[in-house]
Each structure stands twice: as structure tokens, then as C-alpha cells.
């Protein structure tokens, strides 16, 4: 099998691993309170999971 004749530097491993987080995250809507939070997480905002109350602070300032 071929194999490269020089070592790749460390800056062209840099630049070719560079591209891997260019894509925005996908995110879901919320259906209780409508607002955008990632998918798989508590929403941020009113602190609701698969319809449950997991986080209590997020829901006590709004």
C-alpha cells in the first residue's frame, strides 16, 4: 500500500479537522412553552422534559 512520504504538520491537521462544527445545531420547539432548545435537553426556558418539571428554577422566573 502507498504511504505518505512526509508527516502532515500539526496546522494542516488543524485546518482539515476545522470544518467538522460549521453546521448550526438543529433545534426543536418546546410544546409547552414554544420556544427553541436543543433536542434531548430540558428546555431552558420554562424547565420542561417530555412534559415533566425537571428544573424548577427555570420555571420559577418567568
Do not use: D, T
Not at 9 to 23: A, E, F, T
Not at 25 to 35: G, H, I, M, T
Amino acid at each position: 500500500m502507498p504511504l505518505p512520504k512526509r508527516k502532515k504538520s500539526i496546522s494542516k491537521k488543524g485546518m482539515r479537522c476545522s470544518h467538522y462544527h460549521l453546521h448550526l445545531p438543529n433545534l426543536s420547539v418546546c410544546p409547552n412553552c414554544r420556544e427553541p432548545h436543543l433536542p434531548h435537553h430540558a428546555c431552558p426556558h420554562c424547565g420542561f422534559y417530555k412534559g415533566r418539571l425537571v428544573i424548577p428554577q427555570a420555571a420559577e422566573q418567568k
